[in-house]
């Protein structure tokens, strides 16, 4: 028997080595832009000048001139949706990659490592962040129901960004467990509050939906029951009087879950309209007043209406929406209305590191310094 022997390999970083930047002309960019078909072009102008903006501010950042201890390269994409007839605000986003330096014990030099770290900043991206957030998105999804979410987990705020983490609230969907900051160019809220009377609707859709599931199985039993009749009927000879019991047992327990599903869906439809008749007699103050969920009670079913704090009280936590009507959609508006900026570092647990390294440190800072407030007027 041979044992190889593995050499072992140290990183070491090369701190103090000068970095490239790579994909800071916002010219390559303007043509996939400009590829776009369907693109309200008096918006395109705009979104253009704002996202050059972009690349402007965050390279002139003092890490970058010259970048220390790793090379950045930076990649574009832009989503859109060639059934639309024309896309005013399409969803855009820069990442920036942050590669380290490493030295290269062979030859001596200095070489680019394949991992490293990453800012994104993302334009128009609302539904990209607030797609798959909070207790309630799979329901909301599954019953066809506008997404909503919980209790906006706001962790620092200036005049120029609101900064949100939802390590208690669900993770947010491109940067689980980091916080990440949303600047906006108007001062619309970005959020409102869920009404009562939509929350009942959100309970009348998610009843509706497992229904309508409960249905599908009743009709797979009833499929499954019949076939197993056929068979009992005019059973092949390979079928033993154990495995005849089997079946003719399986079939009993069917027909009970077929009762059983039977009832769960009268029960369901019994809650629609209790939830009906309590959306009928709200008044139009109480219809409209903000939804809060008293988390705390503990109900036999997480969506019961009991959990629903009453009217005017305050206890409980507040459901929030992102407002429709953020977006300003008036001839002269620009093509750029809400920029998000967050950090990735690579393999950060749920518990978070508490020792970091310089290039994760680097990417910190860039979050933290980034000018914010530049951001807000690229988007003017």
Known sequence: MITPAIAQHTIVYAEDAAGKISGN???????????????????AASLKKCLAAQLKIFYSDPLFNPPKGFTAQTSFGIDTDPFTKVISFPPCRFHFDFYYLDNDDKTGGVKTSMDGTSVGMETNAVEHFFRQVGNFWKDCSDAKFPLFFEQLP??????????????????AHIAPNKPF??????????????????????????????????EKTIADLQKNVK?????????????????????ADGDVLAQKNITKTQNEIKSFQAKIQEYESVINAMSPQEAVSPARIDENKT???????????????????????????????????????????YYNLPNLSVFEKTQFNYLEKKTMDIFNHLDYHALKMSMR
């Not at 002309?25 to 918006?43: P, Q």
């Not at 706001?154 to 993770?171: L, Q």
């Open 154 to 171: 706001v962790t620092d705020s200036t005049s120029d960004y609101i900064e949100m983490d939802f390590k208690k609230y669900g993770y």
């Open 25 to 43: 002309e916002a010219g390559i960019y303007f043509k996939r832009i400009d590829a776009v078909k369907n693109l309200n072009k008096a918006k």
């Open 227 to 247: 076939e197993t009749e056929e068979t009992l009927k005019n059973p092949p000879s390979y079928l033993n009087e154990s495995t005849k019991k089997a079946l």
């Open 299 to 341: 109900v036999p079913d997480f969506y019961d209406l009991k959990r629903l704090v009453p009217a005017g009280k305050m206890e409980g936590v507040g459901l929030y929406k992102v407002n429709p009507d953020y977006y300003d959609n008036s001839a002269t508006a620009p093509g750029a209305q809400v920029i998000f900026v």
């Open 181 to 214: 900051r949303i600047i906006k160019r108007n001062d619309k809220p970005l959020f409102i509050p869920l009404s009562r009377k939509e929350f009942l609707q959100f309970l009348i859709a998610q009843k509706k939906f497992q229904i309508s599931e409960y």
